[in-house]
């Protein structure tokens, strides 16, 4: 097992999963990936800036958790990505060839 994928929403329990993953892959020697799932939704007369408001709000989310962890020197990767979740996740998963998914 090499690679764990951990998505974490914003909730009260996002801490206590990533150190689990964390506590796992230390086990396996995994390399441990976060991502934070953000959807936008396009109103007329929105901001058009608004993707880059919740992608710097995700990436703060995601620095913040990874601040309340002990890493245990595994490595961490964070992304936080703009999409439908479940896609998201599926297509990650592929893409970094992940062997189990920790939520």
Do not use: C, W
């Amino acid at each position: 097992m090499k690679n764990l994928l951990v998505p974490l929403g914003s909730g009260g329990n996002a801490p206590n999963t990533l150190q689990y993953a964390i506590d796992f892959a230390t086990y396996f020697g995994a390399k441990v990936y976060i991502t934070q799932v953000y959807e936008s939704t396009r109103v007329a007369g929105s901001l058009k800036n608004i993707d880059a408001i919740l992608q710097e709000e995700a990436n703060a989310q995601l620095e913040s958790i990874m601040n309340e962890v002990d890493r245990k020197d595994i490595e961490v990767s964070k992304a936080s990505i703009k999409g439908d979740i479940l896609n998201t996740i599926e297509a990650l998963s592929k893409h970094l060839d992940i062997d189990l998914i920790v939520s």
